[in-house]
Nanobody, 128 residues
Framework: QVQLVESGGGAVQPGGSLRLSCIAS??????????MGWFRQAPGQEREPVAV????????YYADFVKGRFSISRDNAKNTVYLQMNSLKPEDTAVYYC???????????????????WGQGTQVTVSS
């Protein structure tokens, strides 16, 4: 069983930045084989994909609503995936989740049911 723990959420004003982290409690070798994704869920809304990165970190995809503002990256030596969020807007307010897909290869944003493991989420609130 893989445990994923997110951190870095909080409250920020519009235009501000946050960096989310997600660390996986699994061997480095295993983590290096996973594709990692970030999702978000706003109150009353469905969980939606934000970004995904492949096992090696050289391929990533983003939802249209975050392109140019958010950046996903990973450090395989630290079993950690990051989501750098810039130019935050009130509509970015949501609980953000990281997820792991054991297949590892991505050719676009992966659907929610593609992922094998999920974190508990971290709240991001963008408000003035």
């Amino acid at each position: 069983q893989v445990q994923l723990v997110e951190s870095g959420g909080g409250a920020v004003q519009p235009g501000g930045s946050l960096r989310l982290s997600c660390i996986a409690s699994v061997s480095v070798r295993a983590f290096n084989s996973y594709a990692m994704g970030w999702f978000r869920q706003a109150p009353g809304q469905e969980r939606e994909p934000v970004a995904v990165i492949n096992w090696s970190g050289d391929t990533s995809y983003y939802a249209d609503f975050v392109k140019g503002r958010f950046s996903i990256s990973r450090d395989n030596a630290k079993n950690t995936v990051y989501l750098q969020m810039n130019s935050l807007k009130p509509e970015d307010t949501a609980v953000y989740y990281c997820a792991a897909d054991s297949y590892g290869v991505v050719d676009g944003l992966l659907p929610i049911n593609q992922y094998d493991f999920w974190g508990q989420g971290t709240q991001v609130t963008v408000s003035s």
